[in-house]
């Protein structure tokens, strides 16, 4: 096998140590710890940098204790500087990147999902006739992709309904605290609304 | 020479692509300020030991470019087990909770979620709906997720809003992993209230009507749930500059107390 045979591979080879250099080199410039970490294959594509100095400036100027007790936990935290310099030096380590696992449905042998029970979302009758108008939770009985439905759910504009079992008058009176359980009851079967009393 | 040319091109786009596929703006939700789930460390570890952790997309300080959350399972080793399917969209929101000077508590935006590593191995999932400036006040909606081990969406629930209510508290118990909701109405000494838990599906266990008036909002504390679902209501009311405790245990569907105790006045 001659050398000029050859060239092909040497000039793959070379091609691809010069773009892992750029890679090096490009990742070497981005403070986040992600770099050595496992990446992920679902954030979307707009994500931003961040801007730790702008951050820094906002955390300088907040005074409330519960600020401090937030940004003390923060790595941007000018007081966090050794445990920064100790995050550098891990960062150094070379940690492999490792992909994010793709959820794979796994049935139980009863045919549910894994985490699934077979009791899971049956509502119990005698609280729920006493919520009337709402409906169990959606469970995935089948193992099928649910995202869409669940995200459909969250993102449905939701109109006001009346609060399912009523309430009481918005005008009612501060009363005095019940002295038995049977008075407890009472007052409180008082405040249901007829439509929702058993 | 044009061919190697652009086979070295070909190789280093390559390798470039197989490096350099890194995200910058996910930032983990990994302090907390409060006790309060929504405002606490997104992190929590399992009874199976895996850490259970959320990250924000693209928070700002500005509070406009969150782009949603993703949850991750990871053993002690540190390797991702399983990345939560779909992701929390953007559309839940996040919060910047400004104080009274209109100076930053947190130094980024913060998704509108709390999680819980329920002991079965899943991870449920809470969304506050509807939050305004304060975070704490305003909240009429709420949704439930739950992921299962492999990070597969296994339930989904949305609930509210109702007319003339809002959420008092919503969040997991510590012990049990249910979801205990105080829903309010009134305002004031007008204030009622009642309860609900759910379980680790979002399926409705418990649900008492409204009680009360009884006066001054603080006279109604938070609500525990025990093991077997049951409601637990402490109540502390002023007797001059001592106070007398009341404690409510409800039954396990929430429809009578069946339990009343008074101690004090201490």
Request: glycine share 10%.
């Amino acid at each position: 096998m001659g050398l000029s045979n050859l060239r092909p591979l040497l000039l793959l080879l070379a091609g691809a140590a010069f773009g892992s250099l750029i890679t090096f080199g490009v990742l070497s410039q981005k403070p986040s710890v992600q770099a050595n970490n496992s990446v992920s294959e679902v954030p979307p594509k707009t994500l931003k940098a961040p801007s730790p100095a702008k951050e820094e400036s906002s955390d300088s100027n907040n005074t409330q204790a519960l600020a401090d007790n937030e940004e003390s936990s923060d790595t941007e935290d000018p007081v966090n500087l050794p445990a920064q310099a100790q995050l550098q030096a891990l960062q150094k380590q070379r940690v492999p990147i490792r992909p994010v696992p793709t959820p794979k449905m796994v049935l139980q042998a009863n045919g549910l999902p894994v985490g699934v029970t077979p009791d899971a979302g049956v509502p119990n009758p005698e609280v729920y006739k006493r919520l009337p108008g709402l409906q169990p939770p959606l469970i995935n009985r089948d193992g099928r992709d649910m995202g869409q439905e669940a995200i459909q759910m969250m993102e449905s504009h939701r109109e006001e309904t009346p609060f399912p079992g009523g309430i009481p008058s918005a005008s009612a009176t501060p009363m005095p605290f019940p002295q038995s359980v049977e008075e407890a009851n009472r007052q409180i079967q008082g405040n249901s609304s007829p439509s929702a009393t058993p | 020479m044009k061919a190697s040319g652009r086979i070295t091109i070909l190789a280093a786009l390559a390798a470039t692509c197989i490096c350099g596929h890194v995200y910058a703006g996910a930032k983990a939700v990994i302090g907390g300020a409060f006790a309060t789930p929504l405002l606490d460390a997104k992190t929590a570890v399992g009874k199976d030991g895996l850490l259970r952790l959320i990250f924000d997309y693209n928070p700002s300080t500005g509070g406009t470019t969150y782009a949603g959350s993703a949850l991750w399972i990871i053993d002690p080793n540190g390797s991702v087990l399983a990345g939560g399917s779909p992701t929390i969209p953007a559309s839940v929101g996040s919060f910047y909770f400004s104080t009274k000077g209109g100076k930053p508590i947190f130094p980024v935006e913060r998704s509108n979620t709390a999680m819980y590593p329920q002991a079965d191995g899943n991870t449920t999932v809470l969304f506050y709906f509807g939050l305004g400036a304060n975070p704490l006040l305003g909240v009429k909606s709420f949704g439930v997720w739950t992921y299962n081990s492999s990070g597969s969406l296994i339930a989904a629930a949305a609930y509210g809003p109702f007319g003339n209510t809002r959420i008092f508290n919503l969040y997991f118990d510590d012990v049990t992993g249910k979801i205990v909701v105080k829903w309010a109405a009134g305002s004031g000494n007008s204030r009622t209230y009642a309860g609900w838990v759910l379980d680790e599906f979002g399926t409705i266990v418990t649900a008492t009507s409204f009680f009360g008036p009884f006066g001054q909002t603080n006279r109604c504390g938070k609500f525990r749930v025990n093991a077997s679902n049951q409601l637990i209501v402490p109540f502390s009311f002023p007797v001059g500059n001592l106070y007398t405790t009341n404690i409510w245990t409800f039954n396990s569907s929430g429809s009578a107390v069946i339990n009343g105790q008074s101690y004090g006045p201490f």
